[in-house]
């Protein structure tokens, strides 16, 4: 969660920033391309992949409103690691390498902007690990609908616009292997459509999530 003040940084640093709209399946960061600016998302989400040499692609993570994106290629000066593609339309805050890295040196927020990246690589790691596929979707789709992308609170719905194969490349399982697991989940408050997740009853995903012990 973030703290006061990085949430006045994020304030800031949108009422610095060029604020666009971009379609559905838009890229907003291309791999590979330098570091030269920061994308605040505000509405809409966005999934971040990779393209590994081999011709795989995987679905790293899922972002949503309030998440700033690229910000490590532009703090460690390199090319960026992966793509960040729209999954729906969006509207995003774009700001500058110069002006996100005036305003890190001002707050002084560089190592809180640290620790919340390791937290992230240890999400992804549980998500793309070896665990039971099922025990990795429930962990995957509760801290999604904890980030309550939408404002919804902790009784009404949260959704994620991603297909079922969006989601198996995030857990490295098959398409038909993410659609037998979400039939499971229908009795956790787990509605799924065909490029929607919709989660009704967050309460017992993460009683679910508790319990699998993740």
């Not at 949430?7 to 604020?19: C, H, T």
């Not at 992966?82 to 890295?101: D, G, R, W």
């Not at 999400?123 to 919804?152: C, H, T, Y």
Request: proline share 3%.
């Amino acid at each position: 969660m973030s703290t006061v003040r990085e949430r006045e940084m994020q304030k800031e640093l949108i009422a610095n920033s060029r604020q666009i709209h971009y379609g559905a399946e838009t890229l907003l960061l291309r791999q590979g391309d330098p570091g030269d600016k920061v994308v605040i998302i505000l509405k809409g989400q966005a999934k971040v992949e990779r393209l590994e040499p081999n011709g795989e692609c995987g679905v790293l993570a899922f972002r949503g409103p309030g998440e700033i994106l690229g910000r490590t290629a532009v703090l460690r000066g390199i090319s960026r690691f992966a793509n960040v593609e729209t999954l729906e339309p969006c509207k995003v805050a774009v700001i500058s390498a110069e002006t996100y890295l005036k305003f890190m040196t001002k707050s002084e927020l560089v190592d809180q902007v640290a620790e919340h990246a390791r937290g992230r690589l240890i999400e992804s790691m549980i998500v793309q690990g070896k665990g039971r596929p099922l025990d990795r979707l429930v962990f995957a789709l509760a801290r999604l609908a904890d980030r309550d992308w939408n404002g919804a609170g902790t009784t009404t719905q949260v959704v994620l616009h991603a297909t079922r194969t969006d989601l198996g490349r995030h857990l490295r399982v098959g398409r038909n292997t993410i659609s037998k697991l979400l039939e499971q989940l229908e009795g956790f408050g787990v509605e799924a459509r065909r490029n929607a997740i919709t989660i009704t009853d967050l309460p017992t995903l993460r009683k679910a999530a508790r319990e699998l012990e993740i």
